[in-house]
């Protein structure tokens, strides 16, 4: 699977939003951690992707140690890091006579120690793959590495010394850095260890994701993508509570759509603020949740008032993909995320999501007093009774989705999340779907979120424990200190990418255990 972006998009700079989420960026924290041990990285067939990391030895160990020629180690920093490196490296015997060449592998998970990136053979940049070679030509030196990493075990390889030096490492630290303060989030009152933990490291995705924006993951794509940052706006209003950092998200993809009106997927930070050429159904629309949420969280009128015209246009230009049935129109190129399920048709999906967020902008119209309130709730009508009509499959009693009318859980969940069929109606349906054996699937943290929420709203409290039990703590077995971006319990090593070694391991959209356990009191 890949993405391919065909079209060329013209921005238009709002300059006043762009100043205003200028003036919201926040001040980083910082922290200096450092390493807990030195430790092997072993080949474990029981462990994820094959590899797990044992300890060695103490860190205090390093500054006995001369490293000569092909000598290397690797350090376990204890936890999930985000920031910035550095060391100092004295010589050894004679004077160094010679350059000292040193390669440094930066990763969050052991495979990424164990396994050479050469080998790494997928569709994205391989470049996000965090490692340095490095030259140092007078020792000993202090070496501060400019580069922002998302880590927990570094390596460090002498490629070249010469025969009459060798190198002893000292003082290895990071500068950790995030813009989350850890005082503001409230403590948890429940008994169940397994929850608990799972909130802990929801709470740790989340504060290292979030730097001057929600990134969507500090080691790859370190960008804000708007569907990842809806789910961390909402995680964020139940832990951390920095909710002019959302204001500041939600300015900033008001401040460059497109001259057709629509916001982008994603957006780069630097140099400047640039939209990326990625649009799609579902995020676009996700501007008009985003702003939904962060108004119930503040009751930020101002900002509705500025924001309300970029969210009714990302509706309008939703309700212009609906054919003359008031269904979304399905097309083969990558026009609505949903997932990234191999296969998966987004057509009923995304109806789904389009009926979820027009509700939304129902809400907001109301409290705006907009006049364009009765327009969108006649709409509604229309595309529920249509989905009712045309997307429900009366002898399966699935939604289907296509022209091949696929089954899938994306369908059914985010239709029941679009709150369209009476709520016994929609846990029956979710039932059924855990019985029927050929419906598509899922693949992300992501959708997972939103299969557990389907749960929570239809009543099925157990289950959606049950879900979440099996599947981030599943997560948390396998060792993870922040949630990932991928994670399929039957197929471990699963990448839409091609590899699971670009795969993010802190990554925005599975931090949301901390808002499911906090909304819904689990
Ligand atoms: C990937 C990232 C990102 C997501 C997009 C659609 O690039 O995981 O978080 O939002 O896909």
Not at 161 to 182: P, Q
Not at 225 to 248: H, I, M, S
Not at 379 to 405: P, T
């Amino acid at each position: 699977m890949s993405v391919q972006v065909k079209k060329e998009y013209v921005t238009v700079r709002n300059k006043s939003f762009i100043e205003k989420a200028e003036q919201l960026k926040p001040e980083l924290l910082t922290k200096v951690v450092k390493p807990v041990s030195i430790v092997n990285v072993k080949a474990d067939q029981k462990a994820i992707h094959g590899w797990t990391a044992e300890y060695a030895a103490p860190v205090s160990e390093l500054s006995e140690r001369e490293l000569a020629k092909k000598d290397s180690f690797i350090l376990d920093f204890g936890d999930h890091q985000v920031g910035y490196l550095s060391m100092d490296i004295r010589p050894a015997g004679s004077p160094p006579d010679a350059p000292l060449k040193l390669k440094l592998t930066i990763g969050e998970m052991p495979v990424e120690m164990a396994e050479p990136f050469e080998s790494y053979d997928g569709w994205l940049a391989g470049s996000w793959l965090q490692e340095e070679t490095i030259f140092i030509d007078v020792l000993p030196a202090k070496l501060e590495l400019p580069r922002r990493y998302s880590f927990r075990y570094v390596k460090a390889e002498v490629l070249e010394t010469s025969r009459k030096y060798r190198v002893v490492f000292e003082n290895i630290k990071c500068n950790s850095v995030t813009s989350a303060d850890y005082q503001a989030v409230k403590p948890l009152k429940y008994v169940d260890p397994l929850l608990q933990k799972m909130d802990e490291i929801s709470v740790k995705t989340l504060a290292d994701c979030m730097q001057e924006v929600f990134e969507d993951g500090p080691k790859r794509d370190r960008r804000l993508w708007l569907g990842d940052l809806r789910l961390q706006a909402l995680a964020n209003y139940k832990t951390f509570c920095t909710n002019d950092l959302v204001k500041r998200c939600l300015y900033m993809f008001a401040g460059v759509p497109d001259d057709n009106g629509q916001v982008a997927a994603n957006l780069f930070i630097k140099p400047e603020l640039i939209a990326d050429d990625i649009r799609l159904f579902d995020y676009s629309l996700f501007f008009v949740s985003t702003l939904y949420d962060y108004y119930e969280a503040t009751k930020d009128m101002e900002a509705l008032i500025d924001l309300w015209p970029i969210a009714l246009r990302q509706v309008e230009l939703a309700l212009e993909r609906l054919d003359e049935r008031h269904i979304v129109t399905d097309s083969e190129e990558w026009w609505s995320f949903i997932d990234w399920e191999e296969g998966l048709n987004k057509q009923a999906p995304s109806q789904a999501v389009l009926i979820y967020a027009l509700k939304q902008a129902i809400h907001l119209a109301d409290a705006l007093n907009a006049p364009e309130k009765s327009m969108l709730a006649s709409c509604l009508v229309d595309i529920v009774e249509a989905a009712k009509q045309f997307l429900w499959d009366e002898k399966q009693q699935f939604f289907i989705s296509g022209a091949d009318r696929q089954v899938s859980w994306a369908s059914q969940v985010w239709m029941v999340l679009a709150d369209i069929l009476p709520k016994e109606e929609n846990a029956a349906l979710l039932n059924r779907l855990l019985m029927a054996d050929k419906a598509v699937g899922m693949a992300t943290p992501y959708m997972y979120h939103h299969y557990v929420e389907a749960l929570l709203l239809s009543g099925e409290r157990e289950k959606a424990i049950e879900q979440m039990k099996v599947y981030w703590g599943g997560m948390l077995e396998d060792g993870a200190d922040t949630f990932w971006e991928l994670y399929d319990p039957k197929n471990k090593s699963f990448s839409p990418y091609g590899s699971h070694l670009i795969n993010s391991y802190c990554h925005a959209w599975s931090c949301t255990p901390t808002y499911l356990i906090r909304k819904y009191n689990l």
